[in-house]
């Protein structure tokens, strides 16, 4: 193989790499929103709650925020 078609191998696989997405279709879920979720599960299965969990305070906005 030629230096070229290695790197043209290697773009092509992160490429796929990249397009192929890994995880579930949805919102991600806040770590008050696992809470939740995990008290209700709990619930259900009749085991005892874990602590309440607390609202989240106001999101300030950062200075990179338009970045992501």
């Known amino acids: 193989m030629t230096a070229g078609r290695i790197l043209v191998t290697l773009g092509l696989i992160a490429a796929v790499g990249m397009v192929s997405a ?13 809470a939740v979720q995990a008290q209700k599960d709990a619930a259900k299965a009749g085991q005892p709650a874990t602590a309440t969990p607390q609202k989240p305070v106001e999101d300030k906005p950062f200075i990179l925020d338009p970045l992501l």
């Open 22 to 34: 890994c995880g579930r279709k949805g919102d991600l879920d806040t770590p008050y929103d696992a």
